[in-house]
């Protein structure tokens, strides 16, 4: 089966979303599942998993209701307090929703440089594991430095860094980034998406050569195993329409076994969300 592990749904509202912002116009819409099938359909994609886009346990009931109604959303990465003192009990409620698969939190937004690194949160990341939930990684590149010694101390929770941990690919910055990439990757426990690539370059004029050396990192630091597809629609729309997202990885993995292309397109997603 192939997977798209990242893509969004949402019913905008101004203040809600103001992330998406004026000059990201053409997204500030509803995108709801009935926008999304045909894509799939016409790509040749089999299911999906939502993802969350707003801090709130509104968003993660609004993402199952939708799981709910429509088969091809296998696994739904929605949102809890991890820092709230009773965030065993919550889990335990969460976790009779079969189609709740982790959780993520915006901490690219967060201003404190230390925030994975406070206790209560870290508290709320260890209760994960026991209810087999999994954690979806959210930073600019410039976090990337405390993410390593996060991962490090939760060896048997299942991580994945969304957006190869949003490298400079406007700025062509890659040098650091590659490091700590390749530091991180260490860490057997966590994969990493490929995704949110063009958002991250210069969404009008961008070409594949812009994105080739931050793919061929990942690759080379996580392996094909450790490697899953995302087409982080409908945010991905800034750069191109969904063929063209998906056509990049398609291009890049080309060269790889038949096996390795099927781990990256789904069989990866499938294992680790257990969809």
Not at 42 to 60: K, M, P, R, Y
Not at 86 to 110: C, M, N, T
Not at 241 to 253: A, L, M, S
Request: aromatic fraction near 12%; glycine fraction near 6%; include cysteine.
């Amino acid at each position: 089966m192939c997977i798209d592990a990242h893509q969004h749904f949402w019913k905008y509202e101004p203040v809600k979303d103001a992330w998406i912002t004026d000059d990201m116009s053409m997204i500030q819409r509803d995108f709801f599942p009935g926008d999304l099938a045909a894509e799939l359909q016409a790509n040749g994609i089999d299911a999906c998993v939502a993802v969350q886009a707003d801090q709130s346990l509104l968003e993660t009931r609004f993402l199952l209701d939708l799981a709910n109604e429509h088969t091809f959303i296998r696994g739904v990465v929605g949102w809890i307090d991890l820092k709230a003192d009773d965030i065993e009990r919550q889990l335990s409620e969460w976790s009779k929703f079969p189609k709740l698969k982790g959780f993520r939190h915006i901490v690219q937004a967060e201003k404190d440089p230390g925030f994975l690194l406070q206790e209560d949160f870290k508290r709320g990341i260890k209760a994960l594991a026991k209810h087999h939930f999994t954690y979806d990684i959210l930073v600019y590149h410039t976090q990337l430095k405390q993410v390593i010694p996060f991962v490090a101390q939760f060896p048997n929770q299942a991580f994945v860094l969304d957006h190869l941990g949003k490298p400079g690919i406007k700025d062509k910055e890659i040098s650091v980034w590659k490091d700590e990439i390749a530091y991180l990757a260490q860490q057997q426990h966590v994969c990493c998406k490929l995704s949110g690539l063009v958002t991250e370059a210069d969404w009008k004029n961008w070409k594949y050569d812009d994105l080739l050396p931050y793919l061929d990192v990942a690759l080379q630091a996580f392996g094909p195993k450790r490697l899953m597809f995302g087409s982080d629609w409908p945010v991905s729309l800034l750069g191109g329409g969904y063929q063209q997202i998906k056509e990049i990885i398609e291009r890049f993995i080309d060269p790889l076994t038949t096996a390795e292309k099927v781990a990256i397109m789904g069989e990866n997603a499938i294992r680790f969300y257990n969809l």
